[in-house]
């Protein structure tokens, strides 16, 4: 079971417009942790909450919460209202190290937590480059891992059927079905590559624009988020505006001074 909370107390409240949304969802992850109802928090992270994310790992402690995802803005449905206050590049990554601050600290006090950040896969690579600095004994391990992942999942091995039965690409594209289960099997709708958007997202890294292509992290992150590179740019392959990685990080300055190098 996954209980949404965007801040603690009243922050919480103000933001669900309902007095009391806190403790009735307080109340409802406890009912679960105590039935034996494994039971996880979500927290979408913005600008109007990012102060809370430490809070958040309090509660986790505090309540005895064994799991938390902690998405990142996707521009999609009354997301995209919210366009205007999503984190900063700098801010995006200041949270993630809290993140992996504070799971390491969960570890290495014997405290069971299952940790994930949702929604930007240049999580990955900032998780490795993290490990590569700290524990560079684990890295080929851990971009292994990354690998096996393979990034974004949207129309692979991540879809929606929605209440109605539509099929979308994920639970972000209520905008755009593939068809119906009640029409077509699932089976037959998802492996069928005649509509452009289901083969683009199977097979998209030769579609993708931007700095996409040569990231030297394409292979573990594979584009970012397709929805959200829509709605900033118009253009379902275009650039995942919610990627903060630097181009050095990513291989392309060095490329470029590469290059420059040669011409002289």
């Not at 922050?11 to 942790?33: E, P, S």
């Not at 992270?45 to 996707?74: G, S």
Request: some cysteine; aromatic content about 8%.
């Amino acid at each position: 079971m996954g209980v949404s909370l965007d801040g603690i107390g009243a922050a919480h409240d103000r933001f669900r417009g309902t007095l009391g949304a806190f403790d009735k969802a307080m109340r409802g992850i406890r009912n679960c942790r105590d039935a034996g109802v494994r039971v996880g928090l979500r927290f979408t992270i913005t600008k109007l909450n990012q102060m809370y994310l430490n809070d958040m790992f309090d509660l986790i402690e505090q309540e005895n919460i064994p799991r938390c995802c902690v998405y990142h803005l996707a521009y999609a449905g009354r997301g995209s209202k919210l366009m205007k206050h999503d984190l900063t590049h700098e801010e995006s990554r200041k949270a993630v190290t809290l993140i992996f601050d504070r799971s390491l600290d969960f570890f290495r006090r014997g405290l069971d937590k299952e940790i994930l950040t949702v929604d930007n896969h240049a999580d990955g690579p900032f998780l490795y480059m993290r490990v590569l600095q700290d524990q560079p004994e684990r890295a080929d391990e851990v971009l292994q891992l990354l690998r096996w992942n393979g990034g974004n999942a949207t129309g692979i091995a991540v879809s929606c059927v929605d209440n109605l039965g539509n099929v979308h690409a994920d639970q972000f594209w209520q905008h755009y079905s593939f068809g119906n289960v009640r029409e077509r099997k699932f089976g037959d709708i998802w492996t069928d590559r005649s509509d452009p958007l289901m083969a683009g997202l199977k097979d998209r890294k030769s579609l993708l624009k931007g700095r996409c292509p040569e990231c030297r992290f394409l292979d573990i992150c594979n584009g970012n988020l397709r929805v959200r590179a829509e709605a900033a740019t118009g253009d379902v392959w275009g650039q995942d505006p919610a990627c903060y990685l630097t181009d050095e990080e990513i291989g392309l300055k060095s490329k470029a001074s590469a290059a420059g190098a040669a011409k002289s």
